[in-house]
C-alpha cells in the first residue's frame, strides 16, 4: 500500500468532531456565555437580533485562536518529520491523534472521566491569558467581545487538544490551521445557539444517551485516523485539494 496522509487534509472529519464535541461545549462554555451576555446592556439583551452580532463576535474570535493554536501544532508536525522521517512521523502522529480522539470519545459518553486531567497541560499558558479576558468585562461593543473572543479561545479544554492532535497530522501548517478552523465551525451550531436558545440545548447535551452516541462517533473518527485508508472522506478532501 502507498503511504498517503490524505487522513489529514479530511477537514470533514475535524468538523465532526467540533459538532459533536459540542456536548462538551454546552456545558463548559454555557456559563461563559451566559457570564458575557449578562454584561451586555438590557437594550441589546432585549432584541435577539442585537444580541447576536455579540455572540458571533465572541465564537469568531474563539475560532481565530483554535487556528492560531493549529499553526503551532503544525510546527510540532513538521519538527517530529524533520526528526524521524516523514512516513514514520505521520504514523506516529497518527497513532497517537487515534489514542487522544479516542480518550476525548469516551469523556464526551461519560466512561473515561480521566480524560479531563489532559487540560492541565494549558493551564500555566491561561493562567498568564486569563486577566486580558477579565479586563473585557462587562463588554461594551463587538470589537471587545471579538478580543474576548481570542482570549476565550485558549481556555483549556481537553476536546480542542484532541481537534489539536489531529490538525498535528495534517502535514503542513495552512493545513493545521485549517484543520481547527472547520472543527471551531463545528463546535459554532451548538455555542452560538446556547446565547440564543440555551435551555434546550442544555436539556439535550445532559441527556446520556446523546453524549454516548456522540462519544461512540467520535471513537470511529480515532478509528479513521489510525487506519486512514477506512475513511472515505479523506480521499475526498484529498482529491479537492489536489
Known sequence: MVFDPAFSTSYPVAFLMGLF??????????????????????EIRAKKSSLIPYVFNYNAGRILSYALAGALAGMIDLLILHSVGRIQGYR?????????????GLYIAGWFPRFA????????????????????????????????GIVWGWLPCGLVYAALALAATAGSIPHSMLTMFFFGLGTLPAVMGIGIMTGSLVRL??????KQVAGLIMVALALFAALPWLNPMAYTAHSAIH
Open 21 to 42: 464535541s459540542s456536548v462538551h461545549c454546552i456545558g463548559m462554555c454555557g456559563s461563559i456565555i451566559g457570564t458575557l451576555t449578562l454584561s451586555l446592556s438590557s
Open 117 to 148: 486531567y489532559i487540560e492541565k497541560a494549558g493551564l500555566r499558558l491561561w493562567k498568564l491569558i486569563e486577566p486580558y479576558g477579565r479586563k473585557l468585562i462587562p463588554v461594551k461593543n463587538r470589537w471587545h467581545a471579538f478580543l474576548f
Open 205 to 210: 447535551s445532559r441527556w446520556r444517551y446523546f
Open 92 to 104: 506516529l502522529l497518527q497513532i497517537v491523534s487515534a489514542v487522544i480522539m479516542t480518550g476525548s
